[in-house]
């Protein structure tokens, strides 16, 4: 895979941050919008290995179905979780980015770095004035 995969949520400002920095090296990416096109369970399985995380670590907690559907409950199954998520594309923790480089849940945000391809081209900072990158390309954080 050549190109760059971000499953993205517009109204999360990490999300925006980390679609940003991708921008920022040069590279148009494909963007999922998941909430309205959520992955399939196939999909969304292989994300949570390539990620190399838990099921539980890519589960939001602090949005209304979590508490409603009580998935702090000790038995609650990793498949159980996954079909919430299916259910619910809210609990599925976001942005996560899929480069040739690898996968990656990037909370925070400039976890993208790590695995995009080309450098920032420009200085970025985040939407709350967090300088990230500077005039040169260096990461800053």
């Known amino acids: 895979m050549n190109r760059i995969v971000i499953y993205h949520n517009p109204n999360c400002g990490t999300s925006r941050n980390t679609l940003e920095m991708i921008r920022n090296s040069g590279v148009e990416p494909e963007i999922i919008h998941y909430l309205e096109t959520p992955p399939s ?33 000790v038995n609650v199954t990793d498949m159980q979780l996954i079909d919430y ?25 400039e976890v993208v770095l790590d695995i995009l391809p080309k450098a920032q081209k420009d200085a970025f900072s985040k939407e709350d004035g967090q300088n990230v990158v500077d005039e040169k390309g260096n990461r800053l954080i």
């Open 85 to 109: 998520m299916m259910k619910y594309p809210i609990l599925i923790n976001r942005p996560i980015v899929v480069t040739p480089l690898g996968t990656r849940l990037c909370r925070p945000s």
């Open 41 to 73: 369970k196939h999909v969304l399985e292989k994300l949570i290995a390539d990620i190399g995380i838990s099921v539980k670590a890519l589960l939001r907690k602090n949005v209304e179905p979590y508490d409603k559907l009580d998935l702090d409950h």
